[in-house]
């Protein structure tokens, strides 16, 4: 158990790193590179707001699932992780990543239909089978707590 705890903890210090970083990009980082690339190339102009948007809500989508990873990391160490309360918790993983591929896969259709080389295309079709990827796992992860809960309860009731 020592070990366990000292993981989540471990993570939790990474968890608040994350999660402060992702804060000055939201704030600073992002709408200050999409304002500055707007004034240097004013075609691009008009992309600023949308892409601006669509930068802020992805690193929301970011924040949700550190957040939800958060509480899980809490149920995990009140040994509480096998219930219901965890199950809405990975739901919320399942809807931040469902929501950050939809957009993302959005903005690839924007860019193939105006790319001119297939660097950017490529890099996002990467990108969008990642997120594919981390959204069926954890659509399978969700499964396999939600096995080990009732399990734990058909147990609980034996004992």
């Not at 690193?59 to 219930?83: E, G, H, N, P, Y």
């Not at 957009?103 to 924007?110: E, R, S």
């Amino acid at each position: 158990m020592h070990k366990t705890n000292l993981a989540v903890t471990a993570l939790r210090i990474l968890l608040i790193m994350a999660f402060g970083l992702l804060l000055v990009f939201q704030a600073l980082s992002l709408p200050g590179q999409f304002a500055y690339m707007a004034q240097e190339n004013p075609a691009d102009a008009p992309l600023q707001w949308p892409l601006t948007v669509f930068a802020v809500v992805e690193v929301a989508c970011v924040q949700v699932v550190i957040v939800s990873t958060w509480k899980l990391l809490t149920m995990v160490k009140r040994d509480r992780i096998f219930s219901k309360a965890a199950l809405a918790w990975v739901d919320a993983i399942v809807w931040a990543v469902l929501t950050a591929w939809v957009l993302l896969a959005g903005v690839f259709l924007f860019v193939v239909l105006n790319a001119d080389d297939p660097g950017m295309p490529m890099i996002l079709m990467l990108m969008l089978v990642g997120g594919a990827v981390v959204g069926l796992l954890m659509v399978v992860m969700r499964a396999l707590l939600r096995q080990a809960t009732v399990l734990r309860t058909d147990m609980e009731a034996v004992i």
